[in-house]
T-cell receptor, first 111, second 115 residues
């Protein structure tokens, strides 16, 4: 079945550091790919998405590019802030079907 | 995006009792989903709730334990029945927006503790 593999956490970075959270997927066909963020005590917020190969999703300084060749959708940000501390989930779906989530990566940014 | 609310936001329940969680969307949607997030874990789909039809349950989840209602295009409920401590989780509803690239938006979750 379809699956999403995320970089093991937790990840701790200093403020203004460069962030990469790796995400790869296994699926039959070409799913839509998503990054969700969960701040402490809150629900999931859609951070960005890409629906086809070579699409780049971006939001709040975060970016991820849909790489069909490597079946990857790595999340990047050039300069992280303390407010970016959260759990990040990579996910895939096919149209109106369910989301399949990765295990989540807990990110902590220290001042 | 969409505004999705859930009630209650949290509850502490005795084992053997039932809790009904409500999910309200600020616009009409055909498909809603219910997920469970066990402590420190990722999200697992419980069931898909389409208006006008029976909910479709994922493997490992049954209607007798997690009955779902979907009376209209903006509202759904999930009941956690005959609770045990293993049901302690965050329960989240989501709504699908086909017109926005099949984006799913989530409610804030209901944190359930069963003692």
């Amino acid at each position: 079945g379809d699956s999403v593999t995320q970089m093991e956490g937790p990840v701790t970075l200093s403020e203004e550091a460069f962030l990469t959270i790796n995400c790869t997927y296994t699926a039959t066909g070409y799913p839509s790919l998503f990054w969700y963020v969960q701040y402490p005590g809150e629900g999931l917020q859609l951070l960005l998405k890409a629906t086809k190969a070579d699409d780049k999703g971006s939001n709040k300084g975060f970016e991820a590019t849909y790489r069909k060749e490597t079946t990857s959708f790595h999340l990047e940000k050039g300069s992280v802030q303390v407010s970016d501390s959260a759990v990040y989930f990579c996910a895939l779906s096919f149209g109106n079907e369910k989301l399949t989530f990765g295990t989540g990566t807990r990110l902590t940014i220290i001042p | 995006s969409a505004v999705i609310s859930q009630k209650p936001s949290r509850d502490i329940c005795q084992r053997g009792t039932s809790l009904t969680i409500q999910c309200q969307v600020d616009s009409q949607v055909t498909m809603m989903f219910w997920y469970r997030q066990q402590p420190g874990q990722s999200l697992t789909l419980i069931a898909t709730a389409n208006q006008g039809s029976e909910a479709t349950y994922e493997s490992g989840f049954v209607i007798d334990k997690f009955p779902i209602s979907r009376p209209n295009l903006t509202f759904s409920t999930l009941t956690v029945s005959n609770m045990s401590p293993e049901d302690s989780s965050i329960y989240l509803c989501s709504a699908l927006f086909p017109g926005q690239g099949y984006e799913q938006y989530f409610g804030p979750g209901t944190r359930l503790t069963v003692t």
